[in-house]
């Protein structure tokens, strides 16, 4: 079983910064892949950004690729997701995730490949 706790959102205007922290607890950090996933109000829920078990390896949606940097620290048992040029369609809460069973150096992009979820962050853009 793993326990993930977001936190770092809030409101902030076009242009600005947030970021997001998870903190896991439950199982040995270092064993899994991180993914980052947002939805927003009335649509699915969409893959942001996710680091593979080996720390190497990042991948982003291309909506955010360039904007967002998603990075670990398995010595706190914590990702973080450090947001930059934030824009009004950034808008909605943001989860974190686990995937326990993957490849070491797999990036997971996909809802269904992750087994544990968080309860989420809301993170508001301003005009």
């Known amino acids: 079983q793993v326990q993930l706790a977001e936190s770092g959102g809030g409101l902030v205007q076009a242009g600005g910064s947030l970021r997001l922290s998870c903190a896991a607890s439950g199982r040995t950090f270092g064993n899994y892949a991180m993914g980052w996933f947002r939805q927003a109000l009335g649509k699915e829920r969409e893959f942001v950004a996710a680091i593979s078990r080996s720390d190497d390896y990042a991948y982003y949606a291309d909506s955010v690729k360039g904007r967002f940097t998603i990075s670990r620290d398995n010595a706190k048992n914590t990702v973080y997701l450090q947001m930059s040029s934030l824009k009004p369609e950034d808008t909605a809460v943001y989860y974190c995730?686990?995937?326990?069973?993957?490849?070491?150096?797999?990036?997971?992009?996909?809802?269904?490949?992750?087994?544990?979820w968080g309860q989420g962050t809301q993170v508001t853009v301003s005009s």
């Open positions: 995730a686990v995937d326990i069973d993957t490849s070491y150096h797999y990036t997971p992009r996909r809802v269904a490949q992750y087994e544990y």
